[in-house]
């Protein structure tokens, strides 16, 4: 077995456990009359994420690839662009639905106290300046690696 092969079945292992405790939890500690919401809020993520998150990021990838020679861009820069892309997709699934019931409110105040779009706005900045910070470092790695012998 190849170390990649056993990576790979130890992952998928591991995934299922998580799926397990996930069933596990759900049917102990969520009232049975929310599943119908529960169920109805996974398949708008699965919508958003299949149908919105991963077209940005393969359109993304598109763009920057189709440059047409002017401008070459590295493998390892895109995937940092578009890990972050990702990361600020998720994100916005996750924080999004917090937006929406604190505008049409709650009957307890204190669930949702904060400012969740402005939190969000702020996630977004300091994700871009994470990413500029991953650029610039993968830039000076870059320079400061000798040059390969092409054989």
Do not use: C
Request: proline share 5%.
């Amino acid at each position: 077995m190849t170390a990649l092969r056993a990576w790979r079945i130890g992952l998928i292992a591991l995934g299922l456990a998580f799926f397990v405790v996930g069933g596990i939890t759900l049917l102990n500690d969520v009232n049975p009359a929310r599943y119908l919401g529960i169920a109805i809020w996974l398949l708008g993520a699965l919508v958003i994420h299949d149908g919105i998150i991963s077209f940005v990021v393969f359109g993304a990838n598109i763009v920057t690839r189709k440059t047409g020679g002017r401008l070459r861009i590295p493998l390892p820069a895109l995937l940092i662009v578009q890990g972050a892309l990702v990361v600020a997709g998720i994100m916005t699934l996750i924080v999004v639905p917090a937006m929406l019931k604190k505008s049409i409110g709650t009957a307890n105040p204190t669930l949702l106290p904060l400012d969740y779009g402005l939190h969000l706005v702020v996630f977004y900045a300091v994700l871009a300046g994470v990413t500029a910070l991953a650029l610039a470092v993968y830039g000076v790695v870059r320079r400061r690696r000798p040059a390969q012998l092409v054989e």
